[in-house]
């Protein structure tokens, strides 16, 4: 659930919860104390009475009592001096905790309840006269509240007499203080209770994923990038918190990992260079030896040696470009100059501007095409040139101890695009380096120890190059027949149509 609605719902428990259950606890007490009540006192409520108007229902207790004391009162007043007859109904009003006060000529002559009336004696009013609330009977507060029902008479004697009906309001108080005190205990039972379930499940939402969140910054800043949050990826703020989180941490890992291996690249292209240069160093400073010492004695000789020098400072100049030329395209610095290429015209200038260097290594190379004349693509005639010299490089370097070389360069017409292919009979490549000529500073094990120079850098030049291109570069082979490097270039009405993007 997401956050936000999830303490939407969690204003609405808290809310509703407590008031549920409160109101439920509520209305069982209440419905038992009312109950309790109607048997104990023997009076008719509706129930919320009890509550709102607990002294009514005290007053309508005894009213029945009083009534019939009021009747006797006026027919038989002789009736209040019987002591006996008086402790009679006294104990039937005991039971509705009230009791019977009897007054003549000032004086009590009947006291139902010594104790109570003790604590109350001068403040019960005279009310007989009034005309009273609640059926009859008056409120006294006070320390110790209670309610009083009266009503003159004559005696026989024609002495005044009263009589007074006393309701003890604590007892009353008492059970309803005691009800509020169960209703408080279960108020404060259930808000715990929903604070509790909320608490639990705000933590499962919140606390937990974010407690996850810490373990994994802090697994990151001690550097184990590979503590994954998979686990705490869930559907709310937080959980997308953790997606992103993670998301992160893999990028970073991905990044270190390049790094590393970038490092180690640059450490071994550093080792190999140092091997790569310093052969063509050895072969030129030992013939440059040769001629100094006089060893070259004859003029043919020492042509040799100079031609020598020449071609192993030639491959040095090579190497020194590459790896040059490599940063710059790492770097993303080399300007392309598109232009619209004439294929067919381009790839045959290229032949012959190769043959004559390969004819003296004893390497034919030839041209097939099957593209229309007109053909052109967009291209940088600059870099698709590095990228032939490089193939065609790399099938020269690689043609083994063959008889004669032979490169067959190839065009066809694939649809939108235009495909060469360089194809050789050299020494071929391994399946299992295949997939990675193409990576920088690869070098097949076998060339490694072969006494090529070379960078591993050039298969790396010619994909970027081609890419940049919008084409593709792969290469298939058979070790001992012979490889056939492929790419494509697309022709100008497509590229121009769709709008490649090519910069340029
Ligand atoms: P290098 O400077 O080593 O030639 P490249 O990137 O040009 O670097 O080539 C990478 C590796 O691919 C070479 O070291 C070699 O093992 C292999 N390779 C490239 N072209 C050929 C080929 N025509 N025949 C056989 N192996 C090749």
Known sequence: MKLRNRLFAAFFIIILLPCSMIGTIGSVILTQQVRSMEETYRVDTDGWEVVTEPVQILNRMTKASFNELSAMAQQEPEFFRNTERMTAVNAGLLESYSYLLVEKNNEMIFVGNQFHYGSIKRKVPDVGDFEVAYDGGVYVGGDVPFLVKQQNFSFADGEPGSFYIITDVNA??????????????????????????????LYQGILKPLNALKKATRQIQEGNLDYSLKDSISEDEIGQLCADFEEMRVHLKNEIEVRIQYEQDLKELISNISHDIKTPLTAIKGYAEGLLDGVADTPERREKYLRTIFAKASDMTTLVDELSFYTKIDTNNIPYHFEKVKVNDYFRDCIEDNSPELEIVNVELSFETDVPEEVQVLGDREQLRRVMSNLIGNAVKYRGDKEKGII??????????????????GIGIAESALPYVFERFYRADASRNSKQGGSGLGLAIAKRIIEEHGGSIWAESKEGEGTTFSFTLKKIELAEKKGTGLNG
């Open 172 to 201: 009353m108080v008492l059970r309803l203080k005691s009800a509020a005190n169960i209703v408080i205990f279960g108020s404060i039972i259930t808000i715990v209770f929903t604070a509790g379930i909320l608490v639990a499940w």
């Open 408 to 425: 067959k360069i190839r065009l066809k017409e694939e649809g939108s695009t235009v495909r060469v292919e360089v194809e050789d009979n």
